[in-house]
């Protein structure tokens, strides 16, 4: 996505991106529906019989103080914390781009969907408004609740002139930066607000793990840089792969403030940078 958003600002080109929440997505989908999709989708057989019994084989009861009601069979939800929820989620959402423009951008992870569109702006913008109106009948049709409140567009492009849109009448908010699958994406593209988070949260965890841990072994030091803190700088860095030198260094000294603090409580005083990097 973030590719066809760069070559769209190569062609000066602006980008109108609307992040879509849907209401209590897992525990609105209708059970009887979903079963249909997943028999439209050419599941059927054993495999749709233990579905079936996995999605309507479920009931639920609701304890106040030392009292259970009766038990009530569930009729609509995906259960959430397994491994087919998120599979059937997506078997159930998956014929909402039939239901829009076929112009349209659109990416769908789970209950996480957005819609976008390049224009220089012209009436290109017009296919995002229609889509949210086809998407609000395929919603309602579906039994599913548009989360207006919890929606937001991002507007990319130096000259955006940042066209108004609406979801049942209600204006979306507009965002400087939206998380995106774990990764916060600005209007810029800078990924520096991403950048700001990850350095704080990782000065944070070495702050604690240097708070709790006791031991003069380098190679233990090591090792729980590599598990904890490392990950934390590298998660989705091919997206967010920074591009100013200042950001570059700022997550480098990161790694210099933690091999200092840990060769120095292994016993190793005044090492240089270049050669505490050997050891990693």
Same mark, same amino acid.
């Given at each position: 996505?973030?590719?066809?958003?760069? =070559?769209?600002?190569?062609?000066? +080109?602006?980008?109108?991106?609307?992040?879509?929440?849907?209401?209590?997505?897992?525990?609105?989908?209708?059970?009887?529906?979903?079963?249909?999709?997943?028999?439209?989708? !050419?599941?059927?057989?054993?495999?749709?019989?233990?579905?079936?019994?996995?999605?309507? =084989? /479920?009931?639920?009861?609701? =304890?106040? +103080?030392?009292?259970?009601?009766?038990? @009530?069979?569930?009729?609509?939800? @995906?259960?959430?914390?397994?491994?087919?929820?998120?599979?059937?989620?997506?078997?159930? %959402?998956?014929?909402?781009?039939?239901?829009?423009?076929?112009?349209?951008?659109?990416?769908? $992870?789970?209950?996480?969907?957005?819609?976008?569109?390049?224009?220089?702006?012209?009436?290109? /913008?017009?296919?995002?408004?229609?889509?949210? *109106?086809?998407?609000?009948?395929?919603?309602?049709?579906? !039994?599913? +609740? %548009?989360?207006?409140?919890?929606?937001?567009?991002?507007?990319? !492009?130096?000259?955006?002139?940042?066209?108004?849109?609406?979801?049942? !009448?209600?204006?979306?908010?507009?965002?400087?930066?939206?998380?995106?699958?774990? *990764?916060?994406?600005?209007?810029?593209?800078?990924?520096?607000?991403? %950048?700001?988070?990850?350095?704080?949260?990782? $000065?944070?965890?070495?702050? /604690?793990?240097? =708070?709790?841990?006791?031991?003069?072994?380098?190679?233990?030091?090591?090792?729980?840089?590599?598990?904890?803190?490392?990950?934390?700088?590298?998660?989705?860095?091919?997206?967010?792969?920074?591009?100013?030198?200042?950001?570059? +260094?700022? *997550?480098?000294?990161?790694?210099?403030?933690?091999?200092?603090?840990?060769?120095?409580?292994?016993?190793?005083?005044?090492?240089?940078?270049?050669? /505490?990097?050997?050891?990693?």
């Amino acid at each position: 996505m973030l590719n066809d958003f760069y =070559k769209s600002l190569e062609k000066r +080109e602006n980008i109108d991106i609307i992040y879509i929440d849907f209401a209590k997505a897992f525990d609105s989908v209708p059970i009887e529906l979903l079963c249909l999709k997943i028999k439209a989708c !050419g599941i059927n057989g054993k495999l749709y019989d233990f579905i079936e019994n996995f999605l309507t =084989k /479920r009931s639920f009861k609701v =304890k106040i +103080e030392k009292e259970f009601s009766e038990s @009530v069979q569930t009729k609509s939800g @995906v259960p959430q914390g397994s491994v087919l929820g998120p599979l059937l989620f997506l078997i159930f %959402i998956n014929d909402l781009p039939n239901y829009l423009p076929h112009d349209l951008k659109i990416k769908i $992870y789970a209950d996480d969907v957005k819609l976008y569109t390049y224009h220089q702006n012209d009436n290109r /913008r017009e296919i995002l408004k229609e889509s949210l *109106i086809l998407l609000n009948k395929w919603a309602k049709i579906n !039994g599913l +609740e %548009i989360a207006e409140n919890k929606c937001s567009v991002l507007y990319i !492009g130096k000259n955006n002139t940042q066209e108004k849109y609406h979801i049942s !009448g209600n204006l979306i908010p507009k965002l400087q930066t939206v998380r995106d699958l774990g *990764i916060l994406i600005d209007s810029k593209l800078s990924f520096s607000d991403h %950048i700001n988070v990850i350095i704080k949260r990782a $000065y944070f965890s070495i702050y /604690r793990l240097f =708070k709790v841990i006791r031991t003069r072994k380098l190679e233990q030091y090591i090792n729980i840089y590599k598990t904890y803190i490392r990950p934390q700088l590298e998660y989705a860095s091919e997206v967010w792969n920074p591009m100013k030198k200042d950001n570059c +260094e700022r *997550i480098e000294k990161i790694q210099k403030y933690f091999t200092r603090i840990a060769f120095k409580k292994s016993g190793f005083i005044k090492i240089k940078y270049e050669e /505490r990097l050997k050891n990693m």
